[in-house]
């Protein structure tokens, strides 16, 4: 039996010590969803990774019958490890099976089992260490924000570009520099912005760590597309992260202290609805009722939280529109990215938001189901296979022949835009759905502004190519 009180801190040791097998007892892969699966192949055409290398082992199939090896006795060896950390986590399977499997379920839990009972390699560790000591870290990642404003803005960057350092310093770091987004000077949010009109409801807002630092025109686009559609919405400082990253990589302890922190941070503000412009921050968030189902204080706190999270997409639509829109003569390519399409099921809002933009056509991608290969952190733990991933996805893209391609999540944002980049596409340009009402509902000067910018190849986080 699980001991009720590990909510508030870690797992008890004779929980934890269970040799000869993969799994220990504290929340392993549950035999019963394990046993749903009924191995008809369904999921194996969505799968990237099995796409990518044709391997059984690297299906949703394969990595279920790997599960059921080891809640029935085979030792967590380095292969079983490996295949379970190529999965991508996009959830496309989930969508794809007919017999209602929940791998989310599966592979989060096994994931939380990986890192909790399974040494990695030293770079391998030392690689996940820096990432999960910044990227959860708003603060943190502004502080980047001056010497990548200063590498992108002196010419050090097309130096280092042409001198094919970074190449000879491995694809890490290569994937990363190629990632950057250019930045854009945004005065942070206000605490409180008042609703236009009648108020319609009262929306706490999610400014993300990534989506913070690096895009923050998103977040004043989603602001003012609120307040337009009568939304007061409620900004308080210091809310940390969501625990979004840490989950999906297995860290469940360190999501599990983000998630209190956050639903402590909202507690009082008598939101009706708590709003977030990132795909994979509000799969997670739909999920606390889970990360703390174990934790006596936060279970109910934590399940009332997750009823209020809508995707600003899905409240938009909920809501329905007042705020005029005017018209943007523009083609549009809309790119369902997977933590919104697979782990939420939001596909038809935010075509129904664009498409109520008078003037706006638009227009669908080959192949929707398959990721682009940002997932969060893998494109930077596995740059190769990342890469011809977001290829595939830039081609698709491309034969679209739109001339904007809109999304909302950061991640495919800037993994989408390096391989477009890499694609020759540099003339398309791209935004967060957010971006794109914004720019309808503010009427002629911005839409003109937009446009402009626009025509001349805008990037992630707004600067001109
Ligand atoms: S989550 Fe994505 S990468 Fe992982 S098994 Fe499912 S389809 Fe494949
Ligand atoms: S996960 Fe679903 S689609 Fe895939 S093999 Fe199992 S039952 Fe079939």
Known sequence: MVDATWGTGEPPEDVLRMAGQAFDEFHPPRADLIADCVHCGFCLPTCP????????ADSPRGRIYLMNEGITGEPMSESMVEHFDACLGCMSCVTACPSGVKYDRLIEDTRAQVERRFTRGRGDALLRKAIFAVFPYPRRLRLLRGPLRAYQGTGLQKLVKRSGLLDRLGPTLATLESLAPRLRKVPPPPRRVLARGTRRAVVGMLTGCVQGAFFPEVNSATVRILAAEGCEVLIPPGQGCCGALSVHNGRREEAAHFARRLIDTFARTGMDYFVVNAAGCGSSLKEYGELLADDPDYASRAADFSAKVRDLAELLDELGPVAPRHPLP??????????????????????ALLKGIPGLSLREIADPELCCGSAGIWNILNPVPAAELGDRKARNVLATGADLLVTANPGCMMQVAA?????????MAMAHTAQVLDASIRGPVAVGDLLTRWGRGIHPGGAAA
């Open 49 to 56: 990774t099995y796409s990518l290398w044709g391997n059984e």
């Open 330 to 351: 523009m083609t549009v390519a809309y790119h369902d990215a997977c933590h919104l399409a697979h782990a939420q099921g939001i596909r038809t809002q935010p075509r």
């Open 419 to 427: 391989s477009l980049q890499r694609q020759g596409g540099t003339a």
